[in-house]
């Protein structure tokens, strides 16, 4: 069975420091990963996704990350936080085995400090 | 931009009561999920649907769920006697998917459902 642990229920940076949200995954066939974002009171938007192309993932509003097979990681960075970068963050894993079925981690809320 | 819309955004119900939930897909899409995501919790995934029927389902989907696709364009989720446990946030999804790559599953707002 495929999961995602996501490290950190909880992380704040200051505005303008960089962002990590970490992400490992646990998976017997090559996964597809995803990383969705959830503003208060609103659904899940995707941020970017990995789908065995590039390791190096560029998503909307500035965020990257990284797949690292060797790790079995796929952490999401931000050079620089801004104020409305505050949200739920939530990494997932689908197989790609024609079931994409995506399975979440527990999520991180990120905070911004002024 | 086209987007997946859910209705009602809050439903109370009273312990056995049945409550449909109800969902309108990307137009040209295909797949269609379920997920739940309990106060607190992690999205659960608890039913894909394609073609007019269940292709998986999890174990949280038991005989009190139901899905249908009742007239081409509303994707809904019914729970026929609903329990406090079912209170959560409820979440559409729907997916492309094209053969061959991992489509974007695009997911509603939520419905949050409170049984009381």
């Known amino acids: 069975a495929q999961s995602v642990t996501q490290l950190g229920s909880h992380v704040s940076v200051s505005e303008g420091a960089l962002v990590l949200l970490r992400c490992n995954y646990s998976?017997?066939?090559?996964?597809?990963l995803f990383w969705y974002v959830q503003y208060p009171n609103q659904g899940l938007q995707l941020l970017l996704k990995?789908?065995?192309?590039?390791?190096l993932v560029k998503g909307i509003n500035g965020f990257e990350a990284e797949f690292k097979k060797s790790e079995t990681s796929f952490h999401l960075t931000k050079p620089s936080a801004h104020m409305s970068d505050a949200a739920e963050y939530f990494c997932?894993?689908?197989?790609?085995?024609?079931?994409?079925?995506?399975?979440f981690g527990t999520g991180t809320r990120l905070t911004i400090i002024p | 931009e086209p987007e997946v819309t859910q209705t009602p955004s809050h439903q109370v119900t009273q312990m056995g009561q049945e409550v449909i939930l109800r969902c309108v897909p990307i137009?040209?899409?295909?797949?269609f999920y379920w997920y739940r995501q309990i106060l607190g919790q992690k999205v659960e995934f608890l039913v894909s649907?394609?073609?007019?029927?269940?292709?998986?389902k999890s174990e949280i989907f038991d005989d009190q769920f139901s899905v249908e696709r009742p007239d081409g364009s509303n994707f809904t989720l019914k729970i026929r006697s609903t329990k406090l446990e079912d209170s959560a946030m409820y979440f559409c999804?729907?997916?492309?998917?094209?053969?061959?790559?991992?489509?974007?599953?695009?997911f509603g707002p939520g419905t949050r459902l409170t049984v009381l």
């Open positions: 999804a729907s997916q492309a998917r094209d053969r061959g790559r991992a489509d974007t599953q695009y």
């Open positions: 990995y789908t065995s192309a590039a390791t």
């Open positions: 137009s040209n899409h295909l797949y």
């Open positions: 998976s017997s066939v090559p996964p597809y």
């Open positions: 997932a894993v689908s197989d790609n085995f024609g079931n994409e079925k995506l399975t």
């Open positions: 649907f394609y073609n007019n029927e269940i292709s998986e």
